[in-house]
């Protein structure tokens, strides 16, 4: 699975300059890949080094796919689907990911061709956390969750765009139902077509 994510994040680039043109469309294809930082640790693998690695419900990698709509000159819609998850280094004997489906909806408010800022509704499914090998050991299930976005996004030209964004939500373990936060600050680059 990490190779094909590192395959993906190394070919959007490689997609991006296929398109030359200002995309002029209503309806464009949004594609997206970032990074995030937050929430509070989940479990802590230790390496027979004696080097140790937290992971944590709010950092990872991000990578998305969707729909954005242009109703007017001010207003805005996306819809994205996507894969976000924090990887553990791996190691020989085993490694740990927590992992989730994120469905996001978003309102944008436009307010020039450079700047729009955003809030909307994420739907976490699928979330757990599993490991192999050695950190088989970590595996656990978490209830689905909902949370909430605001996103401020930077279009550097028609088709390329810089999103800051803020994210609250919280995960909870099937079984135990210990509670774990996921608030997280992301940066993600977004090329539209």
């Not at 989730?100 to 309102?107: K, Q």
């Not at 499914?125 to 490991?131: F, H």
């Not at 919280?170 to 774990?180: D, I, L, N, R, W």
Request: proline share 3%; hydrophobic share 35%; net charge positive.
């Amino acid at each position: 699975m990490k190779k094909f994510l590192i395959a993906c994040a190394v070919s959007l680039p490689l997609i991006a300059n296929a398109q030359a043109q200002a995309d002029t469309k209503p309806l464009r294809l949004a594609l997206s890949m970032g990074l995030s930082a937050g929430g509070d640790t989940i479990t802590t693998v230790s390496y027979t080094d004696g080097t140790r690695s937290n992971v944590s419900a709010g950092s990872g990698l991000v990578l998305s796919a969707g729909v954005d709509y242009r109703f007017n000159q001010y207003f805005s819609g996306q819809a994205n689907i996507g894969y976000h998850a924090r990887f553990t280094p791996e190691a020989s004997n085993g490694d740990a990911t927590f992992s989730r489906i994120p469905v996001e909806l978003l309102g944008y408010y436009n307010i020039n061709q450079q700047w729009r800022v955003g809030a909307g509704a994420r739907f976490n499914r699928n979330v757990k956390l599993s490991g192999s090998g050695a950190g088989s050991q970590y595996n656990r299930s978490f209830n689905n969750s909902n949370g909430a976005i605001l996103e401020a996004e930077y279009l550097f030209t028609p088709q390329w765009s810089l999103k800051a964004r803020v994210v609250k939500e919280e995960f909870e373990t099937t079984y135990s139902k210990q509670k774990f936060s996921g608030n997280h600050f992301g940066l993600i680059g977004s090329f539209y077509y």
